[in-house]
Nanobody, 121 residues
Framework: QVQLVESGGGTVQAGTSLSLSCAASLSLATIDMMAWYRQAPRKARELVGTISKDGSTGYVASVMGRFIISRDIPANTVSLLMPSLKPEDTAVYYC???????????????WGRGTQVTVSS
């Protein structure tokens, strides 16, 4: 199974940038879909965006045009660039991977432990 480790979180002022990274223990070519989620205090976990095996990306409306998901295939890493953060972006950010098992043919779901992003006004 794949292990996912997020990094890059921290406390920043509104208008500044952060870039989060998700390092996978398997080649990205073996992962069907990767995604970023976030969970703000006292709120449900929500999808931020996805990146597929062919590199295509998708974003939810609240971050469309603000965040960028990219990948570094040799490094087995997916990134989330947040160029100009808002206080509303404060949350724990999680990396997610979906992999279809070669033995069971079921789609398995994997999560990182999360990294905290705090944006002060």
């Amino acid at each position: 199974q794949v292990q996912l480790v997020e990094s890059g979180g921290g406390t920043v002022q509104a208008g500044t940038s952060l870039s989060l990274s998700c390092a996978a223990s398997l080649s990205l070519a073996t992962i069907d879909m990767m995604a970023w989620y976030r969970q703000a205090p006292r709120k449900a976990r929500e999808l931020v965006g996805t990146i597929s095996k062919d590199g295509s990306t998708g974003y939810v409306a609240s971050v469309m045009g603000r965040f960028i998901i990219s990948r570094d295939i040799p490094a087995n890493t997916v990134s989330l660039l947040m160029p100009s953060l808002k206080p509303e972006d404060t949350a724990v950010y999680y990396c997610n991977a979906k992999i279809r098992s070669q033995t069971t043919q079921t789609l398995d779901n994997f999560w990182g432990r999360g990294t905290q992003v705090t944006v002060s006004s």
